[in-house]
């Protein structure tokens, strides 16, 4: 019992590692404030602070970035608006060159330096080699790309 005393920081270590598990199987983004909480607890009992204060501090700090922290992370991660500038959401708006005619049912584009599949809106003319279009949308892994005026 007297090693636990003077080891009390890998107990809170120890807290801290079966935390961080929970938050990787959980990712509602709590245990990973409480692991914030925990890894303060064991700073403070590596530094020699009594029992109570390394609980009074591990408790206001998870507190404080439950409190703080949580909703912006959580925000930021929930937002579709944030998420809409990585993978295909990124592409919306921007230029490629035309490799293979483009038409309403096929077609092949250089796109940020892929070669993708592509079509044009209905009703709308074919896009030939070498032009510049402009992606309106990406339909599953077909961009969808109109003439650059």
């Known amino acids: 019992m007297e090693w636990l005393g003077d080891n009390l920081w890998l107990v809170w270590l120890g807290l801290a590692l079966v935390l961080i598990a929970i938050e990787a199987a959980t990712v509602d983004f709590v245990f ?5 909480g925990a890894l303060v607890g064991a700073a403070a009992a590596a530094l020699g602070a009594p029992v109570v204060v390394q ?5 206001a700090v998870a507190l404080l970035l439950i409190g703080v922290v949580r909703p912006i992370v ?16 990124a592409l919306s708006g921007q230029t490629a060159r035309v490799l293979e005619t483009v038409t309403e049912t096929d077609g092949r584009v250089r796109l940020a330096g892929e070669t993708w599949s592509a079509r044009v809106p209905d009703g709308e003319a074919a896009c030939e080699p070498g032009a ?3 992606v309106v ?5 077909t961009a969808i790309v109109t ?3």
């Open 137 to 141: 949308s990406i339909d599953g892994a």
């Open 32 to 36: 990973v404030m409480l692991f914030g």
């Open 55 to 59: 609980i009074v501090l591990a408790v």
């Open 74 to 89: 959580k925000r930021q991660f929930t937002n579709p608006a944030a998420s809409a500038d990585i993978g295909s959401g």
């Open 147 to 149: 003439r650059r005026d």
């Open 132 to 134: 510049e279009v402009s």
